[in-house]
């Protein structure tokens, strides 16, 4: 394929044998112009061939930007590092939501707007009920998303801009309460209401770690951290839980249901399970001196194990959001007087030879945001398994972000990919007496 800049729009030559064809190419504002492929089938009779999408946009999109060469991450053009240093999580979330940074009155009422709706309905409390204790947070958390779905009438007419925003509103605003509730429910300890006058960060931590018979108080250098930490997770562009809700959502589905399908994937070691994962592994390896032989593993093609917290389908250089979960990890532990983590002594060791290592160092393998999250969620008194659910709770603005985006594009259409399918061709049906 030939792509040429001619006097007006630029188009590439697809050839195939003596034909050829030309295909529009669309330019963003930012990052690699796309080939534009609609009409290819109706042309051609052919599809293109990209799974897993490595070289494909699957959407049209002004929310999230990443140059994983140079390690930028943008929120709307803003730096992932300006945002997590400078503002807080729920502006993080109306700029995700409505484009522009809010003036201070906008702030407040957004802020007055989700507290509004952090509390649950109370039959919800008793759907919780329903699993059992040892229940993954994650499986509670999928299925109690979902079930919102039965609750919010008054909120999933899809066409309706109003019911759209209620419905994100309602998701931003309930995910801690049910999030705070998974945790709860797996310690055997009753669920705690939400405080409309804490922020949305220090009612989270409050909602998990405060019991009736104790006054809870909030340490605003934890909560801080914990807002930071969501703003970092708040949205990646077409991630695979992302591309599940926006897949979900072009049915026409119900919005909670369409995040409850995100929260789905998330679950994954490949994506969201990787801070779970990435702290199991610095478990198992237990001390600086076995790092050798881990890494020794996870560079052998025989042996499934790999690195976890380490590669990224994007960032072919640090990820931007693991150096602030780095020196955010550094500030917690520091506050809470935590001197020598031996998990954080193998992180940093492991981080260092890896990144010396030929193998990483070819491969652009380098430490991503699960890396440090875990040692970090973990200070906080977060067990392993809520690690995931902390999240999807910040994920829901992105995911809820991008499935608005898609329902107001004009030219939306279900989402429906294509195969090659290299299975048997038409065959006889053989009744069972006859075969052999
Ligand atoms: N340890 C060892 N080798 C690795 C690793 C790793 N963590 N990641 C990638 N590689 C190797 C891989 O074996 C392959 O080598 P080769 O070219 O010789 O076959 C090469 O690097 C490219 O890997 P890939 O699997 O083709 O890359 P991908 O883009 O399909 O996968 C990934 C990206 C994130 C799934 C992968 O790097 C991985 O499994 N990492 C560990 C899990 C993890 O930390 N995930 C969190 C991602 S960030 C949070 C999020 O977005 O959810």
Redesign the pocket.
């Given at each position: 394929m030939d792509a040429s800049n001619g006097n007006s729009a630029k188009s590439a030559t697809l050839t195939i044998g003596e034909q050829s064809w030309d295909l529009p190419i669309l330019k963003g504002s930012i990052g690699p112009d796309v080939v534009d492929i609609g009409k290819l089938y109706g042309q051609t009779g052919m599809f293109t061939y990209d799974p897993?999408f490595?070289s494909t946009a699957s959407c049209e999109s002004s929310i999230t930007y990443i140059d994983g060469d140079e390690g930028i991450l943008l929120y709307r053009g803003y730096p992932i590092e300006q945002l997590a240093e400078s503002g807080d999580f729920l502006e993080t979330c109306y700029l995700l939501l409505y484009g522009e940074l809010p003036t201070a009155a906008q702030k407040a009422d957004f802020d007055y707007r989700v507290t509004r709706h952090t509390m649950v309905h109370e039959q919800m409390s008793r759907f919780f009920h329903g699993f059992r204790r040892d229940a993954h947070p994650m499986a509670v958390l999928v299925a109690s998303v979902g079930a919102l779905s039965a609750f919010y009438h008054d909120s999933t007419d899809i066409a309706d801009p109003q019911q759209r925003m209620i419905a994100s509103i309602r998701m931003i605003a309930k995910m801690p309460t049910l999030a705070a509730m998974a945790y709860k429910y797996t310690v055997g300890q009753p669920f705690v209401y939400p405080k409309n006058d804490l922020d949305y960060s220090s009612n989270f931590l409050r909602m998990c770690f405060s019991v009736p018979c104790e006054e809870y108080k909030v340490n605003p250098i934890l909560s801080r951290a914990i807002d930071r930490i969501f703003i970092l997770h708040a949205d990646?562009e077409q991630?695979a839980s992302t591309s599940t809700v926006r897949l979900a959502g072009s049915s026409g589905a119900n919005p909670f249901a369409c995040i409850a399908a995100g929260i789905a994937c998330?679950w994954g070691?490949?994506?969201?399970g990787?801070n779970e994962?990435?702290l199991k592994m610095l478990g198992e390896i237990g001390s600086v001196d076995r790092i050798p032989e881990y890494i020794k593993r996870?560079?052998d093609?025989n042996d499934p194990f790999?690195?976890?917290?380490?590669?990224?389908?994007v960032y072919k250089n640090y990820?931007p959001r693991a150096k602030i979960m780095q020196k955010t990890c550094h500030e917690v532990l520091g506050e809470l007087g935590i001197k020598d983590d031996p998990l954080l002594d193998i992180a940093v060791e492991l981080e260092r030879i890896a990144l010396q290592d030929e193998?990483f160092v070819e491969?652009k393998?380098y430490p991503?945001?699960?890396?440090y999250s875990g040692i970090t969620l973990r200070a906080l008194g977060f067990p392993t398994s809520m690690f995931t659910v902390l999240f999807a709770l910040a994920r829901t603005v992105g995911w809820i972000g991008q499935w608005k985006e898609m329902i107001e594009d004009p030219g939306q259409r279900i989402g429906r990919p294509r195969q090659l399918y290299t299975g048997a061709t038409s065959r006889d049906y053989i009744p069972i007496a006859r075969r052999k």
């Amino acid at each position: 394929m030939d792509a040429s800049n001619g006097n007006s729009a630029k188009s590439a030559t697809l050839t195939i044998g003596e034909q050829s064809w030309d295909l529009p190419i669309l330019k963003g504002s930012i990052g690699p112009d796309v080939v534009d492929i609609g009409k290819l089938y109706g042309q051609t009779g052919m599809f293109t061939y990209d799974p897993g999408f490595t070289s494909t946009a699957s959407c049209e999109s002004s929310i999230t930007y990443i140059d994983g060469d140079e390690g930028i991450l943008l929120y709307r053009g803003y730096p992932i590092e300006q945002l997590a240093e400078s503002g807080d999580f729920l502006e993080t979330c109306y700029l995700l939501l409505y484009g522009e940074l809010p003036t201070a009155a906008q702030k407040a009422d957004f802020d007055y707007r989700v507290t509004r709706h952090t509390m649950v309905h109370e039959q919800m409390s008793r759907f919780f009920h329903g699993f059992r204790r040892d229940a993954h947070p994650m499986a509670v958390l999928v299925a109690s998303v979902g079930a919102l779905s039965a609750f919010y009438h008054d909120s999933t007419d899809i066409a309706d801009p109003q019911q759209r925003m209620i419905a994100s509103i309602r998701m931003i605003a309930k995910m801690p309460t049910l999030a705070a509730m998974a945790y709860k429910y797996t310690v055997g300890q009753p669920f705690v209401y939400p405080k409309n006058d804490l922020d949305y960060s220090s009612n989270f931590l409050r909602m998990c770690f405060s019991v009736p018979c104790e006054e809870y108080k909030v340490n605003p250098i934890l909560s801080r951290a914990i807002d930071r930490i969501f703003i970092l997770h708040a949205d990646h562009e077409q991630n695979a839980s992302t591309s599940t809700v926006r897949l979900a959502g072009s049915s026409g589905a119900n919005p909670f249901a369409c995040i409850a399908a995100g929260i789905a994937c998330l679950w994954g070691p490949a994506h969201g399970g990787a801070n779970e994962a990435a702290l199991k592994m610095l478990g198992e390896i237990g001390s600086v001196d076995r790092i050798p032989e881990y890494i020794k593993r996870a560079k052998d093609k025989n042996d499934p194990f790999r690195l976890m917290g380490f590669g990224h389908r994007v960032y072919k250089n640090y990820d931007p959001r693991a150096k602030i979960m780095q020196k955010t990890c550094h500030e917690v532990l520091g506050e809470l007087g935590i001197k020598d983590d031996p998990l954080l002594d193998i992180a940093v060791e492991l981080e260092r030879i890896a990144l010396q290592d030929e193998y990483f160092v070819e491969r652009k393998l380098y430490p991503n945001i699960d890396f440090y999250s875990g040692i970090t969620l973990r200070a906080l008194g977060f067990p392993t398994s809520m690690f995931t659910v902390l999240f999807a709770l910040a994920r829901t603005v992105g995911w809820i972000g991008q499935w608005k985006e898609m329902i107001e594009d004009p030219g939306q259409r279900i989402g429906r990919p294509r195969q090659l399918y290299t299975g048997a061709t038409s065959r006889d049906y053989i009744p069972i007496a006859r075969r052999k």
